[in-house]
């Protein structure tokens, strides 16, 4: 797979060893009942080969800090997020070791199994505790307590942007441009936290491989809403597809065949007309023509890439 430029061996390394680590631990270190067979309930198929799920409704949910390395909501009641998946507001950290009833609470959340939802928690772990390692190697010229509290506190976050994007390059061939890999970070941390929590891991990853063609169409258009105000703009669409074309220097408007891109795209997918792709237009369009998930850049991983990660799950 492809990595991103200018990324350390070390990082580079990390990533890369993902698949390993889980092909060589997929012992099941979280003591659940009924073996842990299939969690996918039937539903609609999708080009990443997952199904439907039913989305529960308002629930409660506690994870534990064994799992996470950090923390996850306890006792916190759910929402609804972009990408169509549910996911929990901040509550207060949780010691008890996982339960069959906060196992089946993932499942019913995710289109993860429960080996699946165990190998993720690891995979998250070690990620957290790999670059809390690194960060307190990198405080050397501290004070080794002041640095141990640092890096203490840095792991009960959670996993780092600069950590999540190698992540992206290395393990699910996402390369694409910058303001896109920090929208792809901002579709995942739902709280805005500037981290991402276990569950931001897991719901994230749910809709990102797993997802239903509507989940990953407002998936996609999150990313691509660039100000949030749920509407992609004739300016954020250029903004998108601007790297998107060869420019040559004799041209008179090097921007022009960008514009013509623009233009396509709004009477493609403008159902309204008013100038603007909102949700609606978005989803409609996606719904008519699948191809079209992805038209302002590369935003959800490679199916190869989704397939080999998965199969390491199993």
């Not at 990313?223 to 903004?239: A, Q, T």
């Not at 004799?250 to 960008?258: A, I, K, L, R, S």
Request: contains cysteine; proline residues 2%; aromatic residues 6%.
């Amino acid at each position: 797979m492809s990595s991103g430029a200018g990324t350390s061996s070390g990082v580079g390394g990390l990533m890369k060893s993902v698949s390993l680590f889980l092909s060589s631990g997929r012992r099941a270190s979280l003591k659940v009942g009924g073996g842990g067979g299939g969690g996918r309930k039937a539903g609609t198929s999708t080009p990443g080969g997952g199904a439907s799920v039913r989305r529960g409704r308002s629930r409660t949910t506690a994870v534990s800090s064994s799992c996470t390395g950090g923390r996850m909501a306890d006792g916190a009641a759910e929402q609804q997020q972009p990408g169509g998946a549910v996911t929990a507001r901040a509550g207060t950290t949780s010691s008890q070791q996982p339960t069959n009833k906060l196992v089946d609470t993932l499942r019913r959340q995710t289109h993860f199994s429960r080996q699946e939802i165990d190998a993720l928690c690891r995979v998250y772990k070690k990620l957290v505790t790999s670059a809390s390692s690194r960060r307190l190697q990198s405080n050397n010229g501290q004070n080794n307590k002041s640095s141990g509290i640092a890096s203490s506190q840095a792991a009960n976050e959670g996993l780092s942007r600069v950590m999540f994007r190698e992540l992206l390059h290395n393990t699910f061939d996402v390369v694409t441009e910058e303001v896109l890999m920090e929208r792809i970070f901002s579709a995942f941390d739902r709280q805005a936290a500037g981290w991402l929590r276990l569950e931001d891991w897991l719901l994230g990853l749910s809709v990102f491989l797993r997802g239903t063609l509507e989940e990953r169409a407002l998936f996609a258009f999150h990313v691509y809403d660039l100000n949030n105000d749920g509407f992609i703009s004739r300016e954020e669409m250029f903004l998108l597809l601007r790297n998107s074309l060869v420019k040559h220097p004799q041209d008179d408007d090097p921007d022009e065949g960008v514009k013509d891109l623009v233009e396509l795209a709004v009477r493609k997918m403008d159902a309204d007309r008013d100038g603007r792709l909102s949700q609606q237009d978005f989803r409609a369009a996606i719904a008519q023509e699948p191809l079209l998930l992805e038209a302002f850049g590369q935003c959800l991983p490679t199916h190869t890439a989704a397939n080999t990660f998965l199969a390491t799950l199993l």
